[in-house]
C-alpha cells in the first residue's frame, strides 16, 4: 500500500504546532502573529494552511537546496470542492480550489486556460480527515457569522419526495424539489458538510446528485460511480456567482425548464484535438457555468429566481426607511450613468 501512496503523491495529516515551529525557526517564511493551523506532508513537500494564507512548499532537485514557497491568499479562492476516495483502486481523496489568478496560459492541449485556475491536492485515505479539511475551508472562506434568513426559499418541508415521476425526466435526469429541511439535517451530521449556522433553505435532487441552496452558498453533491462511494462536495459562495438565469419549459417536447449560473472563475477546459488534421474541439467551461435542468411540474421556477436575486443581489445589513428595512444591495463595480 505504500507503494500506492507514494505513487498517488498523497498527503499525510502531520502535526501543526511542529511545522509552525519550524517554519519560525527557518526565519521569514511566517509573519509574527501567523499560526499554521493544518498542515500535510507528501513526500518531501507540504501543503500548509495558516491563519493568514494556504502555503505550498515544494522542495526540488536531488539535494533538496532549491525550495519554492508558494502563497496563495485566502481571498484569492473563489470555490472549493473535496472528492472523497472510492474503491480499491482509487485510494485517495481530493481537495480542489479554484482561483482567480493571472498565471501564465497554459501551452499544452487538454489543460485549463491558465496553469493555477484550479489547485489540486490528494489526500491518502484514513491519514487525513477530508471533511474537516472542507470545513476549515468553509470556516475561512464564508465566516463564522450567520446571515439572514431568506424571504423566498421555497423549502418544502415536510413535502414527500415523489421521485422522479417520469422515465423521460429521470433519463433525462431532471432535478425536482425535495424537503430542504431533510437536507439541512442530513448534510450538518452525516456527511458534515455545512457550518453550524448555515442552513440548507432549497435543494433539488436528480437521479442521484444534489444541488443545495444554502443561506451561505451553492452546494453540488455528484455521486460518482457504480458504487457511489466516490462523492464531490462543490461549493461556490454566493459571492463568486457572477450571473443567473431561468428558462421556462416549451411546448411538449420540451418538457424540462432550465437554471444557468456563471461564476466569477475561468474554470474552461480546452480538449486535445483527436488528430492532427481535426479541429479543436470546443472548449468545456465546467464550472465556470453550470446549467441545471428542472423537472417543470416539480419545481417552483420563479422562486428560484427570486431566491437566486435576494442572495446574488444582496449584501449583509441595511438601513430603516420610511419604518421599512431596506437591504443593502451589491455595489456595482462601474457606476451606471444617471443619463441612462
Not at 45 to 52: A, G, I, P, Q, R
Not at 124 to 144: N, T, Y
Not at 192 to 218: H, W, Y
Not at 268 to 276: L, Q, S
Amino acid at each position: 500500500s505504500n507503494v500506492f501512496n507514494m505513487m498517488g503523491s498523497d498527503n499525510v495529516q502531520i502535526d501543526a504546532a511542529e511545522v509552525e515551529a519550524g517554519l519560525k525557526e527557518t526565519g521569514g517564511i511566517l509573519l509574527s502573529d501567523e499560526s499554521v493551523e493544518l498542515a500535510f506532508k507528501c513526500g518531501r513537500d507540504s501543503f500548509v494552511l495558516t491563519s493568514h494564507r494556504i502555503l505550498r512548499i515544494d522542495v526540488q532537485g536531488m539535494s533538496g537546496t532549491k525550495v519554492e514557497y508558494f502563497t496563495l491568499l485566502w481571498s484569492t479562492v473563489r470555490a472549493f470542492a473535496i472528492e472523497t476516495a472510492g474503491s480499491f483502486l482509487d485510494r485517495d481523496a481530493e481537495l480542489t480550489l479554484f482561483t482567480q489568478l493571472p498565471d501564465r496560459a497554459s501551452s499544452a492541449e487538454g489543460f485549463p486556460r491558465k496553469e493555477r485556475t484550479r489547485i489540486g491536492v490528494d489526500f491518502r485515505k484514513g491519514q487525513a480527515d477530508i471533511f474537516a479539511v472542507q470545513k476549515f475551508f468553509a470556516d475561512k472562506l464564508l465566516g463564522p457569522d450567520e446571515v439572514d434568513a431568506s424571504e423566498s426559499a421555497v423549502s418544502m418541508a415536510g413535502e414527500a419526495d415523489g421521485g422522479s415521476g417520469s422515465m423521460f425526466s429521470w433519463m433525462g435526469d431532471d432535478s425536482r424539489m425535495v424537503d430542504a429541511e431533510e437536507m439541512d439535517r442530513q448534510y450538518h451530521s452525516s456527511p458534515p458538510i455545512l457550518q453550524g449556522c448555515e442552513k440548507v433553505e432549497m435543494a433539488f435532487k436528480g437521479r442521484r446528485d444534489l444541488m443545495l441552496f444554502t443561506s451561505k452558498r451553492l452546494v453540488f453533491v455528484d455521486v460518482q460511480g457504480f458504487s457511489g462511494k466516490k462523492v464531490e462536495y462543490m461549493s461556490v459562495p454566493w459571492s463568486s456567482v457572477q450571473c443567473f438565469g431561468v428558462k421556462s419549459a416549451g411546448s411538449f417536447l420540451d418538457k424540462d425548464s432550465e437554471l444557468m449560473i456563471w461564476t466569477d472563475f475561468d474554470d474552461c477546459f480546452f480538449p486535445p484535438k483527436p488528430d492532427e488534421d481535426s479541429p479543436p474541439p470546443p472548449p468545456i467551461p465546467r464550472y465556470s457555468y453550470l446549467e441545471l435542468d428542472f423537472q417543470k411540474d416539480k419545481v417552483d421556477l420563479l422562486a428560484v429566481q427570486r431566491y437566486l436575486s435576494e442572495r446574488c443581489l444582496r449584501v449583509e445589513g441595511g438601513r430603516m426607511v420610511d419604518g421599512v428595512w431596506v437591504p443593502n444591495m451589491r455595489p456595482y463595480d462601474v457606476p451606471v450613468s444617471q443619463d441612462v
